[in-house]
């Protein structure tokens, strides 16, 4: 399976674009409208979504009309994403070889995630510059920490001895990664008393 390819960016006069660095992807990202940055977060967040695609267009009918705000891989599955309200090209040929109907998100389901997805634009910060250091160790150090309850201030207590920022990134990126999940991401703003636990996946 060819993944598409991302639109070029076409700036409109007067249009704020969001410039964020995408874990995941391992490269930046820019978004046009703020739903695409709260859908953004979303997919990042989400440990089923493996990778995706923003502003996707068919790799083989590269016209550069807009299709879809995203196309993700879930869990195996590709899914072309249309925010609600998204007007798109009908005809463009979006996932025309697997005859894929894109799947609306409305402006609705993304508000009832607006904590989670709040907690998320905080906390994905903390992973852009993960990726060029090592701390795998620690990292499984800090996963098995939580195979009780804890906070984030419990586990910088713990280990207190090494760098209490990348003791903190090392719990963030278990979060991003599924091994990791804390209820209270998704009712209330984060704090270092943010309770974690081990996520087992069946």
Known sequence: MTDPMPLPMQRLPKQTLHHVWAPKLGRPVVLNSLRQLQLWAMLEANPHVVRYVERPADSSDFDETLAADFWALYEGRPTWLVIGGTQYNETSGIGAAQHTTPLRISPEEIDRHRIWIQNW???????????????????????????????????????????????????????HRGHLFSADLLVSPWTSSMRIRRHRRR
Do not use: K, M
């Open 121 to 175: 634009l905080s906390l994905l910060p903390y992973l852009s510059c993960a990726g060029a250091l090592s701390f795998e160790g620690l990292s499984a150090q800090v996963i098995a920490f939580f195979e009780r309850d804890a906070s984030l201030a419990d586990v910088e207590r713990h280990f207190s001895s090494s760098d209490p920022v990348l003791v903190r990134t090392a719990a963030i990126a278990g979060l």
